[in-house]
């Protein structure tokens, strides 16, 4: 079942500019986390964020977690060409369920 | 070092044979998955794995048989390949069902 929905489907910006990628989901979560899939390879995880915390940073990304509108928004600041990629989110739940991931943005740097 | 490997790369065969997918782990993880991963780039759960243990099986044709021989290892087995099969096979693995996953590279499959 899918629980996570990217918006937008795909982003076409400028290298330099910040790129905003956002993320839905339908039930209670115990985190989230967001993958890369650059073209032709597996996912590579990004950041982890836990239901409790609202903001995360790692580099030159940045994490945003709403647990009551159920959202989640990653921000890559100062997009580079190399950041051209696919980005996924994926939810965990409680229990031994696995991660549930959404369809993915996709994510052209132009430089 | 390559954390999680993956064996064919690529995979093109006839309709109707028989194929496996191998992957295999070097992190100690306990539980492994593997991914169907359509023209869409939607990446759907096929099977979970934890410590040889068949955790999950998602709504997943009886042609597809999982097998791990032991932890570190879980491989794929499709019968009867059918055109629909085509897609991109991802194995990954992680220490516990919630936290990161470690993706392998993917085998492309490519039935005609």
């Known amino acids: 079942s899918q629980q996570g929905e990217e918006d937008p489907q795909a982003l076409s910006i400028q290298e330099g500019e910040n790129a905003t990628m956002n993320c839905s989901y339908k039930t209670s979560i115990n985190n989230l986390q967001w993958y890369r899939q650059n073209s032709g390879r597996g996912l590579v995880h990004l950041i982890l964020i836990r239901s409790n915390e609202r903001e995360k940073h790692s580099g030159r990304l940045r994490v945003t977690l709403d647990t009551s509108k159920k959202s989640s928004s990653l921000l890559i600041t100062a997009s580079r060409a190399a950041d051209t990629a696919s980005y996924f989110c994926a939810t965990a739940s409680s229990g031994n369920t696995p991660l549930v991931f959404g369809k993915g943005t996709r994510l052209s740097v132009i430089a | 070092d390559t954390a999680v490997s993956q064996t064919p790369k690529y995979l093109v065969t006839q309709m109707g044979n028989d194929k496996s997918i191998k992957c295999e782990q070097n992190?100690?993880?306990?539980?492994m998955y593997w991914y169907k991963q359509d023209s869409k780039k939607f990446l759907k759960i096929m099977f979970s794995y934890n410590n040889k243990e068949l955790i999950i099986n998602e709504t997943v044709p009886n042609r597809f048989s999982p097998k791990s021989p032991d932890k570190a290892h879980l491989n794929l087995h499709i019968n009867s390949l059918e055109l629909g099969d085509s897609a991109v096979y991802f194995c990954?693995?992680?220490?516990?069902?919630?936290?990161?996953?470690?993706f392998g590279p993917g085998t492309r499959l490519l039935v005609l």
């Open positions: 990954a693995s992680t220490r516990t069902s919630r936290e990161t996953q470690y």
């Open positions: 992190l100690g993880h306990d539980t």
